[in-house]
């Protein structure tokens, strides 16, 4: 029997197994899904909004089970850890109380004595999953879906199978939702293809690296299903010489270090023009160099380990490639002796476009600092990319406001941190992948925008 093996990343010994499912087993899951579409999709947008917000109080209740399953199974500091369920039942609950006037029919005129468009759900949805964020991804996933009348298929990444069956449980065990309304199919990813091709499921939301995107979208496609794909990035933070550096360095050291580094729209680049500089990374340096690493159970801990052994060394080579071809090391860099995946918080600076840290998205606590002489070069660089998912604007508002309409990105935050809200669509450009997720547009991603003409005609 095939398995899926957990390694704990604080410590690097395998934590658990769980089996994996093989083909029949995958089936019976859909199936149960599809079972599980004929009831849902009958119900009232206010009868499947009791059932989440039932699962939100759950969340909130279990907030303590819940969140050391994040810390074992991919390395979570415990703290994080709690904010991600606070964070889950937030996008429950946003999508039970608003998801009647997103799903509301629009009148539009026509020759038709009336015509409306009306929008209704599609069936089983796919949703493919990563480590790094495993509630909260379900959630954002989940919440629209499911109140779209939809049923949810969640495939994770096969390091966290503890995670995605704790969060079909809730469903599970909520007064109210069918049997099957939501389910953990806890497979081996090459048989993730299987699961894309067979009929019963409608369409397919894909959070994770863009080559793994774009084999996701070849087959989503070759199927003629619909698919959103929210996938890697490289954030540019754009530093002008009339930002607040305080503020900037604050809020720039936070979106580097969440989850240690490893999401998608962590701040990646940060340009920073000339005149301030030196006095930005200072700022800059000072704020992450007192950063705690450490054990992720501990409540002092800011920065866990890096989720993988893999990864810590595809990471360590990024920053070891940026500093062969000239930048400057400020901050950590080197790889820590004992146990587990854990990696320094490093600060690298005079890194210049074409660099590695640069071109690939670098998934851990790692700032990289270019200087430019202007607010357009800033831009230029900016754009500068194969990404296009997130991007913040350290400046006056008035000015801040102008260039994000010149910034190539899914989302940009004008003096504050770069995020995702359920009340605010999220997604990229580029290779940062399509669709949207989260506000109205992301609920409108998985349903039948239905035109419906009644005659006679006028």
């Not at 990813?189 to 774009?214: H, L, N």
């Not at 400057?328 to 600060?347: A, D, K, M, N, Q």
């Amino acid at each position: 029997m095939s398995v899926l093996t957990v390694i704990d990343p604080r410590t690097g010994e395998v934590a658990h197994e769980v089996p994996a499912a093989g083909p029949e087993e995958i089936g019976q899951v859909i199936g149960r899904a599809q079972d599980a579409f004929g009831t849902w999709s009958r119900r009232t947008i206010a009868e499947r909004a009791a059932v989440l917000h039932a699962v939100a109080g759950r969340l909130r209740e279990d907030r303590e089970r819940l969140a050391p399953i994040m810390t074992v199974e991919m390395g979570k500091p415990i703290t994080e850890a709690r904010a991600e369920v606070e964070k889950a039942a937030w996008a429950a609950e946003h999508y039970a109380e608003h998801a009647a006037t997103y799903l509301a029919t629009e009148e539009v005129a026509s020759d038709a004595t009336r015509s409306y468009v009306q929008y209704l759900p599609l069936g089983p949805v796919l949703g493919i999953l990563p480590w790094n964020a495993p509630m909260w991804l379900a959630f954002r996933f989940l919440a629209p879906t499911l109140m779209a009348g939809n049923t949810g298929v969640l495939k994770h990444d096969p390091r966290v199978p503890r995670c995605a069956q704790a969060v079909a449980d809730l469903f599970d065990e909520s007064v109210g939702a069918p049997a099957g309304l939501v389910q953990a199919l806890l497979a081996q990813t090459p048989d993730v293809e299987g699961a894309i091709r067979d009929p019963r499921i409608q369409a397919v939301s894909f959070t994770g690296s863009d080559k793994a995107g774009a084999a996701v979208a070849s087959v989503a496609a070759s199927e003629i299903k619909p698919h959103v794909l929210e996938l890697g990035g490289s954030d540019p933070a754009i530093v002008l010489a009339d930002a607040d550096l305080e503020a900037a360095a604050a809020t720039i050291a936070t979106m580097r270090i969440i989850n240690a580094g490893q999401s998608c729209i962590a701040a990646k680049r940060i340009i920073v023009e000339e005149s301030v500089h030196d006095e930005f990374v200072e700022l800059l340096h000072e704020r992450l160099a007192a950063l705690v690493v450490g054990d992720p159970r501990e409540e002092s801990t800011q920065i866990g380990p890096i989720a993988r052994e893999d990864l810590r060394a595809n990471l360590h080579r990024q920053v070891t490639e940026t500093i062969e071809a000239g930048a400057e090391c400020r901050l950590g860099g080197e790889l820590p002796e004992g146990p587990g995946f854990f990696y320094p918080v490093t600060l690298l600076t005079e890194v210049r476009p074409g660099m590695t840290a640069c071109v690939e998205e670098t998934f851990g606590p790692v700032a990289a600092v270019l200087r430019v002489d202007s607010a357009e070069a800033a831009v230029a660089v900016a754009n500068d990319t194969p990404y296009g998912l997130g991007a913040s604007v350290w400046t006056s508002t008035e000015r801040g406001e102008a260039i994000a309409r010149q910034v190539v990105a899914g989302q940009v935050a004008v003096n504050g941190i770069v995020k995702t809200d359920p009340r605010l669509p999220s997604g990229g450009v580029k290779r940062s992948g399509y669709g949207r997720e989260l506000g109205r547009e992301g609920i409108l991603e998985f349903v039948n925008a239905q035109q419906v003409w009644v005659g006679p005609k006028a």
